[in-house]
């Protein structure tokens, strides 16, 4: 399986290893819990090298975009950055991605690591007549993410300019200053945790110096720590919420092509159609948390209403927490219901979401 860049600075922390998205990657350093916590209050440091890049260049950058994704990529501002999806033609969702745009002709597209080359397929079979030249750049990028409520702090001191200007969904081209020397960085006020926070893109050769200027101010974390922050804070991983079976209109994404007026892959299927299930998050007073997999019922019946994509306990509220497909007809905050975990039945609620909203937001 391939490595990032930063491979040898997680085993010179002593990281457990996992396969996720064909990359070895480092699951946890000493603890999940304190490195969830660290996140939480302080200043977490990610390496999610494992991401996707795809560079999409020319006079039709944007109608391309506006083509290939769900959203309309062309009223997307310089600097900003959107979130969005890329669907099959039958609005099946082959990823959910984010786009930054650097100039008018100019984009950076970022899938998830297992759907990269899903990605750039559908890209190459969309380019068509398109005015657009597309490099698949994800074996050449590394990615920093510094993510808490205390990561401007860290931040502020290694860079040229201000990030704190920086709204959220935004990004800009700065320089950092590290032990090496100077480090052009793309930096992107975006996140996956629920906290403020910044990632950071660069060159593969320079990603041990951005490492090493930013580890001593935060805590080293990994993906088990990433998949319970944003749990909390109620975001979808693919895989789990987010699949080929269901589309954008099921993952509560109709609005990104509501107003839409240009052609895009999927749309035919997916103008007018009706969810057949919704996302929902589930809260529970018990201590047995509900796993993925897991079948949802209506409390005291025998009336499967979903099932449980990812669910754990939430170190932050401490108490278990869980998403899952639900039957739209039964998603209404506050229904009770129960979950079947290993044959027994536990008592759980439909619950508004984001489980967690950090103070500041």
């Known amino acids: 399986m391939p490595q990032t860049p930063l491979y040898a600075k997680h085993e010179a922390l002593d990281a457990s290893f996992t396969d996720f998205g064909g990359w070895t990657m480092p699951l946890k350093y000493a603890s999940e819990l304190e490195e969830h916590r660290a996140v939480r209050n302080d200043t977490g440091i990610f390496d999610l090298s494992h991401m996707g890049e795809i560079d999409v260049k020319g006079p039709d950058a944007a109608a391309f975009l506006d083509y290939a994704l769900i959203s309309n990529m062309s009223i997307l501002k310089v600097g900003k950055a959107k979130y ?194 919704v996302i929902a998050g589930l809260v529970s007073e018990q201590r047995r948390a509900a796993r993925a997999g897991s079948e949802v019922f209506l409390a005291g019946s025998d009336d499967k209403i979903g099932v449980v994509t990812s669910g754990q306990p939430s170190p932050t509220l401490g108490h278990p927490v869980a998403l899952a497909h639900l039957d739209p007809a039964h998603a209404e905050p506050g229904t009770e219901v129960e979950i079947d975990i290993r044959g027994r039945r536990y008592p759980f609620t439909i619950a508004t979401t984001p489980f967690y909203t950090r103070k500041d937001a």
């Not at 609005?91 to 750039?120: C, K, Q, S």
């Not at 959220?168 to 081209?173: H, N, P, T």
Request: one cysteine or more; glycine letters at 8%; a negative charge.
């Open 84 to 277: 969005s999806m890329i669907v099959d033609d039958n609005g099946g969702i082959v990823d959910d991605l984010i786009t930054y745009r650097f100039a008018e002709d100019h984009f950076m597209v970022v899938p998830n690591a297992a759907n990269t080359n899903a990605v750039w397929a559908a890209f190459e079979a969309r380019k068509g007549d398109f005015d657009v030249e597309l490099r698949n750049d994800s074996e050449n990028i590394a990615l920093v993410a510094v993510q808490g409520p205390k990561a401007l702090d860290v931040l502020k001191p290694l860079l040229d300019d201000d990030p704190s200007a920086l709204e959220y969904y935004s990004g800009k081209w700065m320089t950092l200053r590290s032990d090496e020397g100077n480090v052009d960085v793309f930096v992107a006020r975006t996140g996956y945790t629920g906290e403020d926070g910044f990632e950071l893109f660069c060159a593969n050769e320079d990603a041990a110096n951005v490492w090493d200027a930013v580890i001593d101010h935060g805590t080293a974390c990994g993906l088990a720590a990433r998949d319970s922050l944003r749990l909390e804070a109620s975001m979808p991983l693919y895989g789990q919420e987010l699949t080929a079976d269901i589309t954008p209109v099921e993952a509560g994404m109709g609005r990104a092509f509501a107003k839409k007026e240009a052609d895009f892959v999927g749309k035919q299927a997916l103008t007018g159609r009706e969810p057949s299930v």
